[in-house]
């Protein structure tokens, strides 16, 4: 079974299908995987692990601020914009998802409470129109199959992402691996290549090569996250070490 929140390429067979055990959740599949879970009733309800890390760095961020501008690249189900406005009912959101289909299946179907801008288009190309320091959270999440798309993981882009985002910002990126984590080692590598501030957050046995899953980058303002049982957040030495010998990705070497 994939990894729940792999975003497979525009054209494949995109369907929502309502939860019998939640009177307005919500599913969305593409080619029959699990992209996106939504209950309109209730936003901060959410199925998928990958999902619920996000939303506690993005709290545990905006303990010392408030977003004014959100940016997701990414928007599967709108599952983190609703979320983001459940807690930030103020805050402008930009969401950036290039499979139109998708898009007007959810707005047609589920469509969320609050406005949220949707640009229909590649998440590089959005980012790299956009005007300096213009956001103060981006969240990333971003697939092609199993892996994000090489363009999407190179210095040069993760520099952009540093550009168009505000002092004391923080970035959000979603990542799926499998042993021995390779992918990430190389993205984590990346992206501190343009940040100063980096960490990882995920499940041990995930950061430990042990078995397949998400994991979450971040950058930028990097807050003090609260784990669960189980769970890391890689920062520092620690994150030296897990990515000790990996050469970034750049345009040149994707």
Known sequence: ??????????????????????????????????????????????????VALIA????????????????????????????AARWWPAAAQTVVEIDRELVDLVLREIPPAQPVEIVVGDARQTVETTPDARYDVIVADVFNGAATPPHL??????????????????????????PPMAATRIQVATVAAAFAEVGLLGEVPVLRGRRAGNV??????VPVVRTGRGE???????????????????????
């Open 153 to 178: 993981g190179t210095v040069e882009y993760a520099r952009e992402l540093r550009r168009v985002l505000r002092p004391g910002g923080l970035l959000v990126m979603n990542v799926t691996d499998v």
């Open 216 to 221: 979450i980058v971040l950058a930028g303002s």
């Open 56 to 83: 506690r760095s993005l709290r545990a961020w905006a303990r010392t601020a408030v977003p004014g501008s959100v940016l997701h690249l990414g928007g599967g189900a709108l599952t983190v914009p609703r979320l």
């Open 1 to 50: 079974m994939a990894t729940h929140g792999n975003r497979r390429t525009p054209g494949g067979v995109t369907e929502l299908v309502p939860d019998p055990a939640r009177a307005r959740g919500w599913t969305l599949l593409v080619d029959g995987v699990p992209q996106s879970y939504v209950d309109l009733a209730d936003p901060e309800h959410l199925e998928f692990p990958y």
């Open 232 to 254: 890391r957040l890689l920062r520092e030495g620690e994150l030296v070490v897990f990515s000790s010998g990996t050469r970034p990705r750049t345009d040149a070497n994707p």
